[in-house]
């Protein structure tokens, strides 16, 4: 097998188990054995189980974020078009901590939250600069940071009902919430010439 199938096999492997048990019910050992490989090969392509998820959830970021910035929508204006971004990516945000990690993971280990807002703030700087690049799209230093406090406010507020929900209906509920109560003004502070 060469490098890039081994990486994968093992990336393959270990989504599979990511998704089913959790990040942190799933061993070395366990992602070894489904890729069909020793568990010291895992050690030659990933320094870690760690550094395999963040791998993972980069290759999953990257193709959702290039989805994300990409797709041709109607919008009728920059306004509408930047909180369609920012609720694709708030979604987006949900459903890696939800799909790869397990919120009982995150909420009870640091060094998972350590994780996630070192990922969340490499999200960030990729939407920001994916943004920026789009024609027509405002490239001034203000807009950049405006553009950046609003990702960074929405990361905050939908990491903390994540965090705090009981049920996947009161995060549903706090989406729809989020989406018309605070966005709004975020989005239009975020555009103001």
Same mark, same amino acid.
């Given at each position: ?40 090969? %895992?050690?030659?392509?990933?320094? /870690?189980? =760690?550094?395999? *998820?963040?791998? @993972?959830? #980069?290759?999953?970021? !990257?193709? $959702? ?5 990409? %797709?041709?929508?109607?919008?009728? /204006?920059? =306004?509408?078009? *930047?909180?369609? @971004?920012? #609720?694709?990516?708030? !979604?987006? $945000? ?13 909420? =009870? ?85």
């Amino acid at each position: 097998m060469e490098a890039d199938k081994i990486k994968d096999s093992i990336k393959r492997a270990a989504q599979d188990l990511f998704r089913k048990f959790g990040y942190h019910k799933t061993s070395v050992n366990e992602i070894a054995k489904k890729a069909k490989i020793a568990k010291a090969t %895992i050690y030659k392509y990933f320094e /870690s189980k =760690e550094a395999i *998820l963040h791998s @993972l959830l #980069m290759d999953y970021i !990257r193709v $959702s974020v290039d989805d994300l910035i990409h %797709i041709n929508t109607p919008e009728k /204006s920059e =306004e509408e078009h *930047l909180t369609n @971004l920012i #609720m694709k990516t708030c !979604r987006l $945000s949900y459903t890696v901590c939800n799909e790869f990690i397990g919120w009982e993971f995150i909420r =009870e280990s640091a060094n998972s939250q350590e994780f996630l807002k070192n990922l969340s703030n490499e999200l960030e700087d990729l939407l920001v600069l994916s943004f920026t690049q789009l024609t027509g799209m405002r490239k001034h230093d203000t807009f950049q940071q405006r553009l950046r406090f609003l990702i960074k406010s929405s990361k905050s507020i939908v990491f903390s009902f994540a965090f705090t929900s009981v049920s996947d209906a009161d995060v549903r509920k706090n989406f729809v919430s989020f989406q018309k109560e605070i966005l709004p003004y975020l989005v239009k502070a975020a555009l103001i010439v």
